[in-house]
């Protein structure tokens, strides 16, 4: 029998690269293209016939391609934005500004309970961090991944794949950041809605030094940030369910002689982890 894959059976990733994958893509073009003879009710209450259907698909997929594009390539901010800042703004939970045509950071703003955040909001990769300017007042640092690309296929390669950058980029540029949220429509998990449930990553109070070697962990109740996010995109407030569990993730870091020692372990099950490899702190420390 094969052994369950915890990332898609317990935490509800999808893997790209299955071939059970590829036979439901092959079942939804099969349905496509066959709905008048597999399903003609569907047309009985229809402005368009049977016949209006196969005589125009294939102008009508060309044409959702493009629509689909689009939106693939839509601002991330806008994103985060439409999906979460305007509704949470609208419903008290925090005020924000956007300053992305500006300063060298997105979003800052204030949670309803006092504190004040700053937020960056990247694409999948992630690649532009290295100009970010974090304003002095914030109390913390929150950096935003909208993963759209395909090219990374098993779920902790898509996860790991940006947490990375991230952490050389706080150790670089001496900031500590707090928390990291990862979006991932082509492959996170979903609600029975439909929604796409956003991955967190907690990061200890400080990244570790010399003066600090083992900084304190931040704790779900310290999480205000996160209660408000899943609440907006999930309807979800709790840390303590489940479903919200499956998606948070603790990145334990410890400097040890030479080297950062990570840990990063799943909040529901901390038998899950993520494979990281140590960074050589000699190699960053210097850096500004």
């Known amino acids: 029998m094969n052994k369950k894959d915890p990332w898609t059976e317990t ?24 709905l008048p003879e597999r399903h003609p009710e569907v047309f009985e209450d229809e402005s368009i016939s049977a016949g209006d259907y196969q005589r125009e698909l294939k102008d009508a997929i060309f044409s959702l391609g493009g629509v689909l594009r689009q939106e693939h390539g839509a601002d991330n901010e806008d994103t985060v934005e439409d999906i979460f800042l305007d509704p949470a703004e609208d419903q008290g939970y925090l005020s924000y500004t956007n300053q992305s045509g500006g300063e060298r950071i997105d979003f800052k703003g204030r949670l309803d309970s006092n504190e004040t955040f700053a937020m960056d909001v990247k694409g999948g990769e992630g690649q532009s961090i290295g100009h970010l300017l974090v304003p002095n007042n914030s109390d913390f640092l929150t950096v935003w991944s909208e993963r759209k690309a395909r090219n990374t296929k098993s779920p902790s390669g898509r996860l790991n794949e940006v947490i990375n950058r991230i952490v050389r980029w706080g150790f670089n540029h001496d900031e500590d950041v707090a928390l990291m949220v990862i979006r991932d429509p082509p492959a996170g998990a979903r609600t029975n809605e439909g929604d796409v449930i956003p991955d967190i990553i907690v990061f200890p109070k400080q990244f570790p030094s010399p003066e600090n070697p083992e900084p304190e962990m931040r704790s779900l109740d310290d999480l205000r940030f996160a209660e408000i996010l899943y609440e907006i995109l999930i309807g979800e407030s709790s840390l303590d369910v489940e479903e919200i569990q499956k998606h948070i993730w603790f990145h334990e870091m410890t400097l040890s002689e030479e080297y950062v020692e990570k840990d990063i372990y799943n909040a529901y099950n901390n038998e899950i982890r993520l494979g990281t490899r140590n960074i050589d702190y000699s190699r960053i420390s210097d850096v500004v």
Do not use: S
């Not at 935490?11 to 066959?34: C, P, Y």
């Open 11 to 34: 935490l509800g990733f999808t893997d790209l690269a299955t071939d059970e994958r590829e036979e439901k893509l092959e079942a939804i073009k099969q349905l496509i293209r066959d």
